[in-house]
């Protein structure tokens, strides 16, 4: 076994963007928090960003043990306050790139308040929030983005309150780009990550992920690969989608793409904009005119420029791209850079294979209005074999140990506490 | 302990007339102080207020932050990143620092926190003077923690002793917190501040060799390591939880016992050479007077008039109040007959001194709840009932 991961050490094509001395990790397998280590690790590469000048911060929980594996300067700060540890060090040194890697009950739940206060300010982070819909290190409770009715630790009867569509949060909270995938759309997530590095602002990039040892197995919805089949079914690709229009429900259609990218300035960029008036042209903050960061961070630009440039001659063994099926066609909303991305149709071909499953329509629901593309998704999910996307209800009856025929309703609740309801977590806190 | 003369942008040299806040943060300029992140809170707004005004012009960074949570968040993210950084408050906003307190223990992370103190529990008395958050200071963040605070009983005191807390911070890697009060806060007095040159301030000490050797900690229990910072190349991590050198995680009881023993012992191990006190007349006194902070200045008025009637009386202020003065009150215990302990709040530190008198003398405390400063007259009450 260790000469297993000896082997896996030495050849690994991600032995620079990771720690291998902390190898292995802590993740389940079927987890989707490693897939997405791995679009991070491969958009640092693409975008040219000078990985010495890249910090990531994490929170707390599985999400928040990025920190520990990536090997870039890394904190892995208190539950919830990756935000603001984060603007501080953009702050401190606006010559870094700043990277907040954390999930959704850090980010959304204990550090809700950071998480839109550094949207409203438009602070040049690039956030990633895997949302598992479930807090995964201390044995799966309810988060706020919990679909209604899902089980969880803490909702043992099904969860009864309204979750964040992050999206939407972000939008109003005045974040300037916006993407969601799923850990299937893992070229896609690269491509998001991609993208945020490259640009200015506050970039939130939400990944819609299983945690098949807590969520999905409490639900009785299989393992990661089965609710990669669900994303595949329900997935609704839609660049530029209205956000309020993003809500997940249970196990139902996940809207995904790219959709907010606009350009306003950045809190330093605003805060240097009032100095220069007060101060003069003199103005210096750390030492440095605006002039002279200007110019290093144009040189940084032309450097980056030129590392794409390199990356982009070596000749690319992974064109199996070329194979996929036609890119979704970009929608009318979608920014003018949307069209340069090269973004897939949500249709991966190794899942694919994996799934064993005919053409999702996918390209279809893409293109036409919304109404139209909820339908044919709505079928897909209803064909699918009962075990990838069974509707709550038959999941919760199901349920052997789980709280006993108590579905929604929860009158019947209230009298009989089932005493044998959870011998299943005992996950370390 | 390295020091080189102040960078005279962040100095306002010559004497002002400015009060115990806005001292504060000219005191941090003038340590070098180029982050400030802060969340307003009564009594202790106008030092933000005061470096947000003067950080354009000195080229620093302030940000009031959505709460005192992020506040002190930020501070760690950017004296990582390689600045030096504070941040004022008082007690319910400590209250919600107090957690990333513990943080900044943990990762051996410099910074100067004040916290001008108000009258409490709770909201309190937000105008109203208080030395209530004392044992805070200390006990705030679960776990084994050790912080150096120190307690300033003027506004020029204000000044002097935030740029000796960023040198402490600097040099042991510890936050260190300014533990004023609503009074000193908001007396305006004489304050001189020295030419650049004569201000000695720590510098920050970044790792610059080969990247194999970097270590961000070294469990020795001694100051003086350097920071490593963001940037550099080093590819560092730190992290909350208990870790190695590296700064790698490794939460186990042997690594748990070398973390908390370096980082209690790396200010216990030093306190002879991290404590100040100021004495006058202690050796043969019959009764000693401890004090701090404002109530320090209330006592002269009391030990004047007690020395009128011919009690042998000594002061003993506390300028370091965290690391405590162990030693010095053990050596005083015995040969004086009591201490007269008098604060701004419910009797706090006078457990230190009767646990550091161990029974030798008498501890009279004389607190004084509420949110007022003493009576001279309640204080020579005390040291006449003392001296019986």
Redesign the interface.
């Known amino acids: 076994m260790s000469t297993d991961i000896e082997k896996f050490k030495a050849g690994s094509p991600m032995a620079s963007t990771l720690?291998m001395?902390?190898m292995p990790h802590i993740w389940c397998p079927g987890c989707g928090i490693g897939s997405e280590v791995n679009s991070f690790a491969e958009a640092v590469k693409r975008s040219g960003v000078d990985p010495?000048?890249i910090?990531v911060?994490s929170g707390i929980g599985c999400t928040g043990r990025v920190?520990?594996y990536v090997?870039?300067?890394?904190?892995?700060?208190?539950h919830g306050?990756a935000?603001?540890?984060?603007?501080?060090?953009?702050?401190?040194?606006p010559?870094?790139t700043v990277v907040v890697f954390s999930g959704e009950g850090d980010l959304a739940g204990i550090g809700g308040?950071?998480l839109i206060?550094a949207a409203r300010r438009n602070m040049d982070l690039v956030v990633i929030c895997n949302n598992n819909f479930t807090y995964g290190m201390t044995g799966g409770q309810v988060t706020p983005t919990t679909p209604g009715s899902a089980v969880a630790s803490t909702t043992p009867y099904g969860n009864y309150e309204y979750p964040f569509s992050l999206p939407l949060l972000m939008d109003a909270a005045g974040a300037t780009y916006i993407a969601r995938w799923t850990s299937l759309h893992s070229r896609n997530v690269t491509q998001s990550i991609e993208e945020a590095l490259l640009r200015k602002g506050f970039s939130f990039i939400e990944v819609i992920s299983p945690c098949p040892t807590l969520y999905l197995r409490r639900n009785r919805l299989g393992d990661g690969v089965d609710q990669l089949q669900n994303y595949q079914d329900n997935s609704i690709l839609k660049h530029g989608a209205d956000t309020r229009e993003t809500a997940i429900d249970y196990q139902g259609k996940i809207v995904v793409g790219k959709f907010v990218e606009k350009s306003k300035p950045t809190?330093l960029e605003a805060?240097d904009k009032?100095?220069i008036k007060?101060?003069g042209d003199d103005?210096?903050?750390?030492?440095k005119t605006i002039p002279e960061r200007e110019a290093e961070e144009k040189a940084e630009k032309e450097r980056i420029a030129a590392r794409r440039a390199a990356m982009q001659a070596e000749p690319e063994a992974q064109e199996e791209t070329a194979a996929e099926p036609a890119k979704a066609p970009a929608p009318k909303a979608a920014a003018p850079r949307a069209a340069k991305t090269k973004f897939q149709s949500k249709v991966m071909p190794a899942k694919q294979a994996l799934a064993g499953t005919k053409k999702a329509p996918a390209k279809k629901t893409a293109a036409p209005a919304r109404k139209a593309a909820a339908k044919p998704v709505k079928k897909a999910a209803a064909k699918a074999p009962a075990r990838k996307a069974a509707p709550k209800a038959k999941v919760l009856a199901g349920t052997k140990k789980t709280a006993p025929k108590i579905s929604a309703k929860t009158k019947a609740v209230a009298k009989p506490a089932p005493k044998k309801t959870r011998n299943s977590s005992s996950q370390s806190r | 302990m390295n020091t080189v003369a102040a960078d005279p942008k962040g100095v306002d040299s010559g004497p002002h007339f400015m009060d115990g806040d806005h001292a504060i943060a000219e005191g941090g300029l003038a340590a070098g102080c180029r982050f400030f992140a802060g969340y307003p809170i009564t009594p202790s707004t106008e030092t933000a207020e005061r470096f947000a005004e003067r950080a354009p012009e000195v080229g620093a960074m302030f940000i009031q932050m959505e709460d005192e949570i992020a506040s002190i968040a930020a501070l760690i993210g950017a004296a990582w990143a390689g600045q030096k950084v504070m941040t004022v408050t008082c007690g319910p906003g400590f209250s919600l620092m107090v957690e990333n307190l513990g943080l900044a223990c943990m990762t051996e992370t410099p910074m100067v926190i004040a916290n001008v103190q108000r009258a409490g529990p709770s909201t309190g008395s937000p105008t109203l003077t208080a030395q209530q958050d004392m044992m805070q200071a200390k006990y705030g963040p679960h776990g084994d923690n050790a912080i150096i605070a120190l307690c300033p009983d003027s506004p020029q005191e204000c000044f002097d002793l935030t740029v000796e807390a960023f040198n402490l911070s600097e040099f042991y890697r510890v936050p260190v917190i300014i533990l004023t009060d609503e009074t000193v806060g908001h007396m305006h007095e004489k304050v001189v501040i020295p030419p650049a040159d004569q201000i000695k301030v720590v510098p920050r000490n970044n790792y610059s060799g080969p990247a194999d050797k970097c270590r961000p900690y070294k469990f020795d229990s001694q100051g003086g390591h350097p920071m490593v910072r963001a940037g550099d190349g080093y590819n560092f991590h730190i992290t909350g939880l208990v870790h190695n050198e590296k700064g790698y995680p490794a939460a186990t009881a042997e690594q748990g016992k070398i973390v908390v023993t370096h980082l209690m012992e790396k200010i216990a191990g030093n306190a002879d050479k991290i404590i100040r006190l100021d004495e006058d007349q202690t050796d043969g006194a019959d009764v000693v007077v401890v004090s701090y902070g404002i109530t320090s200045r209330i006592a002269v008025k009391a030990i004047q008039d007690a020395r009128k009637e011919g009690i042998k009386v000594g002061s003993l202020r506390l300028i370091t109040i965290w690391p405590f003065c162990e030693k010095r009150i053990g050596e005083l215990a015995g040969k004086a007959k009591a201490f007269v302990v008098p604060e701004i709040n419910y009797g706090q530190m006078v457990k230190e001194v009767e646990r550091c008198a161990g029974g030798r003398s008498k501890v009279i405390s004389v607190n004084h709840c509420g949110g007022a400063v003493h009576d001279p007259q309640v204080i020579l009450d005390a040291i006449r009932k003392a001296n019986q």
């Open positions: 720690r001395d902390r010495k000048k910090v911060v920190a520990g090997n870039f300067d890394s904190i892995h700060t208190t306050r935000i603001p540890v984060a603007t501080g060090i953009k702050l401190a040194n010559e870094l308040n950071h206060h809190y805060s009032c100095c007060l101060v103005y210096q903050l750390y030492g």
